[in-house]
């Protein structure tokens, strides 16, 4: 009876969280994640307390939401912009999100038979991840473009409902090399706070990705309340069921027509998120966060001489190999970068407090 006395107790303070960072024993589910509220500074809980990035980023937000600043930024010109995979989402276990639908559309599928050609590329897409070529960097030239068109040819033909079942069903499988831990799960919640932060403090936050952005909205919209309107990224193109081989100016969409989805238009990386940002949100950011070299345009635009409004921008280094699959060469390399064009780093390994939750382990430790 004593036993089962102190059980009931142990588990009722636990479920009070009574026993300080419970919460990080595990990692957060897709609700719990939507929940994060960071309201004010003291409210960050998955940030290592001697943070340089952080405090520089919460020092900046004072600064520019105080009306007595001289940097003080009007809440309509408060933009963000957000790279997603590798920035504040998991791009190791062991590649993108998208590029592992990609695989498990075209690869094993039993519902699915993709044509020989994107049967082929899928298979030396495969190869190339299982031999860690991503996180070296040795990628063959072109693989981020043929893998777009043959990740769009492999949906093409889908409804948008279609699509959005096929991509919330690959949400429910675990990551590769990491414990506990399933796709839709993936978040870096320090990046969530982040981004709660910045919305807390009245700016508008986009995600500005290389990735499908039918996969972005699926994957992040709700979670993160961030309407579909402010998700950019690469675009499929898009049909009615009728239309056939007639143009979309010359067509006019009937009664009985659904949208199906197309092939690739243009990859959103490098120079085209600049494009994209200024065709779609019409303002430049003041705000940019970003892992790799294809943010470095969208970072360096936001932080430009032309900018009026004190700006910053930030790298996420890749640099845990303990709690995360990083790559200590790619983080170097990144860091490299940071420092020549003026950005700031993030840093996973000593910023981060936890990624996933103490329980996200890699499956081989």
Sequence with gaps: MKKKFLSAVFAGLMALNLFGNVDNAQAASRDEISKINVGRSANFKYWNADSQAKKKLVDYVKNVTDKRSKNFIPVEDRIAVFDMDGTFICETAPCYFEWMLYLERALNDPNYTPSKEDYDYAKMVESEIRAGHFMTGQFPKGIDIGEAKSQESVFAGMTPKEYTEYVQKFMDKPVEGLTNLKWGEAFYLPMVEVIKYLQANDFTVYIVTGSDRPTT???????????????????????????????????????????????????????????????????????????????????????????????????????????????????????????????????????????????VKKANN
């Design 217 to 359: 909205r699926i994957l992040a919209s709700d979670l993160l309340k961030i309407p579909t309107g402010h998700i950019i990224g690469t675009n499929p193109q898009v049909f009615a069921t009728n239309q056939g081989d007639t143009s979309a100016d010359n067509y006019v969409y009937r009664r009985d027509d659904k949208l199906i989805r197309g092939q690739l238009t243009n990859k959103n990386l490098k120079m085209n998120k600049v494009v994209a940002i200024e065709n779609e949100i019409g303002k430049q950011p003041v705000l940019a966060f970003g892992n790799s070299g294809g943010d470095t345009s969208m970072l360096n635009y936001t932080i430009s001489r032309s900018n009026k409004y004190r700006s910053a921008a930030f790298m996420v280094l890749c640099d845990d190999t303990e709690r995360e699959l990083g790559s200590i060469s790619k983080a170097a390399g990144c860091e490299k970068l940071a420092k020549e064009n003026g950005w700031n780093t993030i840093s996973m390994k000593n910023d981060f407090k936890t990624i996933y939750g103490d329980k």
